[in-house]
């Protein structure tokens, strides 16, 4: 398949390329879209061909379900059943990166929630979104735009890498705001679960609803034997080619008196570069030490950087502190690393 990759940086002066983006959609075909989280792979969300489609291109399991995306958040009642809590949610974070987890209406077929009788709904921000979700006049199912096991992609270059002769279009909007995928909690009356920890904090649900428990996988290891609440959370995720090993303690002290050469890969924080730099390994900043939205923002891209690097046999990084952003950063870099974190 021959895809064209489109540069959007102004949806309404491009309203004939989103229109044609949108086209391909309504037909079953495949687009590449920015978001202000990480780049989604949509088709239309009514279709169960497209979402096989999806699966397909992404060669993902299909029993791990799609988010749909709509472009409003009361466009959510053809799909699921809403509550006051959703609404309340929706009213705080809507349009914005959190998703929500409610019960399914036919609408939508089964192949795309990979079973389940629940159906993830989220609104994004992102403008290219919106104009496209608008255009289209259905809701997109969308995963993020990387082959499954790769990062998720937080530039139209990843996509492209990843997706390029599998999907019909890739509009490529620049750089994802935030950078890695958005917030999901379970809804229980009042109550909510985080299924995946991302830019919408645990603390920030906490001012709208009752109760927020973390889900288990959120920061454990789960027991063969259990079932995460979230599919998603039971496949491996964004390993990087060299096995990733995470620092707890003052890590720039035990870097800066490692033994390293070039087959060490450090994803480091700014401050250190000018330290670590004449040691010989191969240094991947990804922001000052206390800019978690900049570590947010460059993680994903410093683990592709380094799946760029044949020569590594190691790689580190800093195991992130539980609170705020670092949560979402936490949760990414643990399964990154299978887990694996050495005291320092
Ligand atoms: O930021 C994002 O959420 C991005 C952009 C493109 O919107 N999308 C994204 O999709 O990250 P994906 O497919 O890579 O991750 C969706 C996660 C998976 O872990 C999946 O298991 C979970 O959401 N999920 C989807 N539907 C679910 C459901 N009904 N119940 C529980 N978890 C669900
Ligand atoms: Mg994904």
Redesign the pocket.
Known sequence: MKTEIIVVRDPIAQASEIARAAAVIRRGGLVV?P????????GDATDANAAGAIYAAKG?PTD????I?VANPQDAERYAMTSPMYYKLAHQFMPG?L?I??P?KNTIPLSV??G?D???V?C?AHPV?HALIAAAGVPIA?????LSGRP?PTLAEHAIRDLDGRVDMILDGGPAD?G???T?V?LDGDNATL??P?AVTADALRCVCHRVDLAPAVTEVLAEHER??????K?KHYAPRAPLTLLDGDATDFLAAAACDRTVGILCYDEEKATLAGKGATLFPIGAKNDLAAQAHRLFAALREADEHTELTKLYAHLPKKDGVGLALYNRLIRAAAHTVMKV
């Open positions: 879209f978001t202000e989280t990480v780049y989604g792979l949509g993902r791990n379900p799609l988010i995306h990166p998703t987890i409610l399914r929630t990979g389940l629940t159906v993830a989220r994004p979104a969308a995963p993020s735009a990387n998720s935030f890695l995928e958005s999901i379970l299924l995946r991302g995460p609440l979230s599919p998603g959370m496949y």
